[in-house]
């Protein structure tokens, strides 16, 4: 199992791109700007798209990859995600006002995108890996995701402050090899992190007390402009010095 790192920034600029993770090469978690990168090839692969929730940085390459592949795909994108996600997509995006409904077009029977609701512990089969939605605690309706394929597993927590549901999900993981867990904002933001439930590396600290197993823990979800201060300030603490920042283009091989 490959899982390729498309975007893990916090924003945009340069060579910066959002959140969006390629596992093999059939399967996106989340739809940032990084998925603009891929090729046509590379985009006509992706059957699948699992969606941590709805902000437009984890959302924003949907309708236009969509609208790249359409006319060129036999069979129709599945975007999985839960039930109160896929409902603001509908309402909120594909809705002929800011995208074209294509669950419904060219035929409702046999549309170019589909929706497969999931819940927290609804693990969906794909080829040879399982993904998993695991518990988060965000803004607005969230998830993260177990990727398992039987031998290893790479948890992403999505955008989420932790939570003790988390927690005793993950610890029940006895493969896990690769942690991805944000953190968006640096100390001295601690209380726009709070507000908006995102981790600080004060705030990480105290969430990574609860992992009880030994993965590789990577950074994601920086914020331009604050990204060395925010790496410092782990580095500085030693319950969180052994975490090392995401990069984007980054490749695991499980």
Request: with cysteine; glycine share 6%; aromatic share 6%.
């Amino acid at each position: 199992m490959q899982i390729k790192i498309l975007g893990c920034s916090g924003g945009i600029g340069g060579d910066m791109r959002t959140t969006s993770i390629l596992v093999d090469d059939d399967v996106l978690i989340d739809a940032g700007t990084g998925v603009g990168d891929l090729l046509l090839d590379a985009l006509l692969k992706i059957d699948h798209i699992f969606v941590t929730h709805s902000h437009l940085d984890h959302i924003v390459s949907i309708p236009l990859l969509l609208d790249t592949v359409m006319s060129l795909r036999r069979e129709p994108v599945t975007v999985h995600a839960t039930h109160e996600v896929i409902n603001i997509l509908k309402q909120h995006v594909f809705n002929w006002l800011i995208w074209p409904n294509f669950n419904l077009i060219p035929d409702p029977a046999a549309p170019f995108l589909k929706y497969n609701e999931i819940s927290v512990g609804n693990g969906v089969q794909i080829g040879g890996k399982i993904i998993t939605a695991m518990p988060a605690n965000h803004v607005i309706p969230a998830v993260g995701y177990q990727i398992d394929n039987g031998i290893n597993s790479l948890v992403f927590t999505g955008d989420t402050m932790g939570s003790a549901a988390f927690w005793h999900d993950i610890n029940q993981i006895n493969n896990l090899k690769v942690l991805i867990i944000e953190t968006a904002f640096s100390n001295v933001e601690a209380e726009l992190a709070r507000l908006s439930k995102h981790l600080c590396p004060a705030t990480l600290a105290t969430e990574l007390a609860h992992l009880q197993s030994k993965p590789l823990i990577y950074i994601t979800h920086l914020k331009p402009g604050e990204d060395a201060t925010i790496m410092q300030e782990i580095a500085a603490n030693p319950q969180t010095q052994h975490c090392t920042a995401l990069q984007q283009q980054q490749i695991f091989n499980l």
